[in-house]
C-alpha cells in the first residue's frame, strides 16, 4: 500500500488518560490517514464526552453504568457501553484495523487478547500487560498474524533500530531511563519522599500510575520485561542506561560493536504516530530536536544499590512462570497505596520483593493461574488500615 493512501481505523482504550491525550493530537494532526472508531474511558466523563462530540461516529464505553446513562443522555441518546463487557466490545468493533490500549495497570489485558483473537493489530501502551501475561500475548499474536505495535518511548525506539534487522546480530537492547526525580537522593531523602514529590517527574509528563513507577525505577523494570517479551530477546542481553534528558529513547547494540539510537522530543505522540502509522512516516505534531540548544546528553550507571526495582525486574523476568505477573500486581497494589498515604515509598519496594518470595510460583502457568497469581500478590501487600 502506498503512504498516501493508508488509512488506518482505531480504537483507543484509555482514551481519557495521558496517551489517550497524545493519541488524539496525533488523530488530529492525521486526520487523513487516521480514524477514530472507538473510544473508552473509566475516569474523566467530561472528557469522553468532549471526545465523543469531536468524533460523532465513534463507538463509546463508560466505566459503568451510571457514567454511560450519563453520556449517552448528554449525546441524545447515543449508544454507550459499560464496563470490562463494553471494553470486550469495542476491542473486537469489525469496523476497526488496531486497537491502541493504554489502560493502565493490567484490566487491558482481556480486551487485548480479544483483539488479537480477532485478528487485529495491537498497539501497546499498558506494559503491564506484557510483563503479567507476555507469552500468552504474544502466542495469540502469532496464531492469528496479528502484528504488536510498541508505544513505550523505550519499546518504539528499539523497534525503529530494529527495523528490517537480523535479530541474531542483536548484542544488547540499551533501554535509556531519565532516574526520575529522585536520581541524586541518599537513602534518607527516599524514606521521607511524599506521593507529591515523586508524582513531579523531570522530563514527562505521564499518568499518576507511571509517574510513581518511574519514580521507583519499576516503570524501567516492567520495560525490560516488556522489552524480552516485544523482541524475544533473553534478559541478559537487556541493559539499563541513565540518560537524565530523555532525548534517545533507547539504543540497540549489535556484535560488530555498532549501537543505533532514536532520538526525538520528549513528547509520546511520536511513538504513538509511528505505532499507528507503521511503517510509514508523516509529518505530525510533534516538535523537532534543537541538537545544538540541547548542548549535551549524559550518561550514568543505575544506582542499583538505592533502587532495587531492576533486580528485582532482572530475577522476574530471567526465572519467568509467575514471578513477572506477582512483581507487576504486587507493585500497582503498592503504588495505590503509597498515593494513598498507607505506604512509604522504600515499602513499594518492599513490598513487591516480599510478594515475589512469598506468593507461590507456577513455572508454566495458564491465564486462569496468572490471573491468580495476580490476586495472590496484590493480597501480599499489607500495609495496616
Ligand atoms: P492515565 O492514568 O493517564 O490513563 C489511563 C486511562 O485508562 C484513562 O483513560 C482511564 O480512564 C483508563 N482506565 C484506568 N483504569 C481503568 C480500568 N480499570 N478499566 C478501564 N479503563 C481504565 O495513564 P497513562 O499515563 O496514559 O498510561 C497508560 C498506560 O500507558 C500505562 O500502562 C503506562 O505504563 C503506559 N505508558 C504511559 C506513558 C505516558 O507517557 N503516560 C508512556 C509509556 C507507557
Ligand atoms: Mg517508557
Same mark, same amino acid.
Not at 98 to 106: M, S
Not at 240 to 259: A, L
Not at 352 to 377: K, Y
Given at each position: 500500500?502506498?503512504?498516501?493512501?493508508?488509512?488506518?481505523?482505531?480504537?483507543?482504550?484509555?482514551?481519557?488518560?495521558?496517551?489517550?491525550?497524545?493519541?488524539?493530537?496525533?488523530?488530529?494532526?492525521?486526520?487523513?490517514?487516521?480514524?477514530?472508531?472507538?473510544?473508552?474511558?473509566?475516569?474523566?466523563?467530561?472528557?469522553?464526552?468532549?471526545?465523543?462530540?469531536?468524533?460523532?461516529?465513534?463507538?463509546?464505553? +463508560?466505566?459503568?453504568?451510571?457514567?454511560? +446513562?450519563?453520556?449517552?443522555?448528554?449525546?441524545?441518546?447515543?449508544?454507550?457501553?459499560?464496563?470490562?463487557?463494553?471494553?470486550?466490545?469495542?476491542?473486537?468493533?469489525?469496523?476497526?484495523?488496531?486497537?491502541?490500549?493504554?489502560?493502565?495497570?493490567? +484490566?487491558?489485558?482481556?480486551?487485548?487478547?480479544?483483539?488479537?483473537?480477532?485478528?487485529?493489530?495491537?498497539?501497546?501502551?499498558?506494559?503491564?500487560?506484557?510483563?503479567?501475561?507476555?507469552?500468552?500475548?504474544?502466542?495469540?499474536?502469532?496464531?492469528?498474524?496479528?502484528?504488536?505495535?510498541?508505544?513505550?518511548?523505550?519499546?518504539?525506539?528499539?523497534?525503529?533500530?530494529?527495523?528490517?534487522?537480523?535479530?541474531?546480530?542483536?548484542?544488547?537492547?540499551?533501554? =535509556?531511563?531519565?532516574?526520575?526525580?529522585?536520581?541524586?537522593? =541518599?537513602?534518607?531523602?527516599?524514606?521521607?519522599?511524599?506521593?507529591?514529590?515523586?508524582?513531579?517527574?523531570?522530563?514527562? #509528563?505521564?499518568?499518576?500510575?507511571?509517574?510513581?513507577?518511574?519514580? =521507583?525505577?519499576?516503570?524501567?523494570?516492567?520495560?525490560?520485561?516488556?522489552?524480552?517479551?516485544?523482541?524475544?530477546?533473553?534478559? #541478559?542481553?537487556?541493559?539499563?542506561?541513565?540518560?537524565?534528558?530523555?532525548?534517545?529513547?533507547?539504543?540497540? #547494540?549489535?556484535?560488530?560493536?555498532?549501537?543505533?539510537?532514536?532520538?526525538?522530543?520528549?513528547?509520546?505522540?511520536?511513538?504513538?504516530?509511528?505505532?499507528?502509522?507503521?511503517?510509514?512516516?508523516?509529518?505530525?505534531?510533534?516538535?523537532?530536536?534543537?541538537?545544538?540548544?540541547?548542548?549535551?546528553?549524559?550518561?550514568?550507571?543505575?544506582?542499583?544499590?538505592?533502587?532495587?526495582?531492576?533486580?528485582?525486574?532482572?530475577?522476574?523476568?530471567?526465572?519467568?512462570?509467575?514471578?513477572?505477573?506477582?512483581?507487576?500486581?504486587?507493585?500497582?497494589?503498592?503504588?495505590?497505596?503509597?498515593?494513598?498515604?498507607?505506604?512509604?515509598?522504600?515499602?513499594?519496594?518492599?513490598?513487591?520483593?516480599?510478594?515475589?518470595?512469598?506468593?507461590?510460583?507456577?513455572?508454566?502457568? =495458564?491465564?486462569?493461574?496468572?490471573?491468580?497469581?495476580?490476586?495472590?500478590?496484590?493480597?501480599?501487600?499489607?500495609?495496616?488500615?
Amino acid at each position: 500500500m502506498s503512504p498516501e493512501i493508508i488509512r488506518r481505523r482505531v480504537v483507543v482504550l484509555g482514551a481519557t488518560g495521558s496517551i489517550g491525550g497524545c493519541t488524539m493530537r496525533v488523530a488530529r494532526a492525521l486526520s487523513e490517514k487516521i480514524e477514530i472508531v472507538g473510544l473508552s474511558g473509566r475516569h474523566n466523563k467530561n472528557l469522553l464526552l468532549e471526545l465523543a462530540q469531536e468524533f460523532p461516529s465513534a463507538h463509546l464505553c +463508560a466505566g459503568d453504568e451510571t457514567s454511560s +446513562a450519563w453520556l449517552s443522555s448528554q449525546l441524545g441518546g447515543r449508544h454507550v457501553l459499560q464496563g470490562d463487557s463494553g471494553l470486550l466490545e469495542l476491542a473486537s468493533l469489525p469496523s476497526s484495523d488496531v486497537v491502541l490500549v493504554a489502560i493502565v495497570g493490567t +484490566a487491558g489485558l482481556k480486551p487485548s487478547l480479544r483483539a488479537l483473537e480477532c485478528g487485529k493489530d495491537l498497539a501497546v501502551a499498558s506494559k503491564e500487560i506484557l510483563v503479567m501475561a507476555g507469552e500468552e500475548v504474544m502466542r495469540v499474536a502469532r496464531h492469528t498474524g496479528s502484528r504488536i505495535l510498541p508505544v513505550d518511548s523505550e519499546h518504539n525506539a528499539i523497534f525503529q533500530c530494529l527495523e528490517g534487522r537480523d535479530h541474531s546480530t542483536v548484542k544488547r537492547l540499551i533501554l =535509556t531511563c531519565s532516574g526520575g526525580p529522585f536520581r541524586q537522593a =541518599t537513602a534518607a531523602d527516599l524514606r521521607a519522599v511524599t506521593p507529591e514529590q515523586a508524582l513531579r517527574h523531570p522530563t514527562w #509528563e505521564m499518568g499518576r500510575k507511571i509517574s510513581i513507577d518511574s519514580a =521507583t525505577l519499576f516503570n524501567k523494570g516492567l520495560e525490560m520485561i516488556e522489552a524480552k517479551w516485544l523482541f524475544g530477546i533473553p534478559m #541478559e542481553k537487556i541493559d539499563v542506561v541513565i540518560h537524565p534528558q530523555s532525548i534517545i529513547h533507547s539504543m540497540v #547494540e549489535f556484535v560488530d560493536g555498532s549501537i543505533l539510537a532514536q532520538l526525538s522530543s520528549t513528547d509520546m505522540a511520536l511513538p504513538v504516530q509511528f505505532a499507528l502509522t507503521y511503517p510509514y512516516r508523516f509529518e505530525g505534531p510533534c516538535e523537532p530536536l534543537d541538537l545544538a540548544a540541547l548542548g549535551r546528553l549524559d550518561f550514568e550507571k543505575p544506582r542499583s544499590d538505592l533502587f532495587p526495582s531492576l533486580d528485582l525486574a532482572r530475577r522476574a523476568g530471567s526465572v519467568g512462570g509467575t514471578l513477572p505477573a506477582v512483581l507487576n500486581a504486587a507493585n500497582e497494589a503498592a503504588v495505590d497505596a503509597f498515593l494513598a498515604g498507607k505506604l512509604s515509598f522504600p515499602g513499594i519496594w518492599e513490598s513487591v520483593a516480599r510478594a515475589m518470595d512469598e506468593v507461590p510460583f507456577v513455572e508454566h502457568p =495458564t491465564l486462569e493461574e496468572l490471573i491468580a497469581a495476580d490476586l495472590a500478590a496484590r493480597a501480599a501487600v499489607s500495609y495496616g488500615d
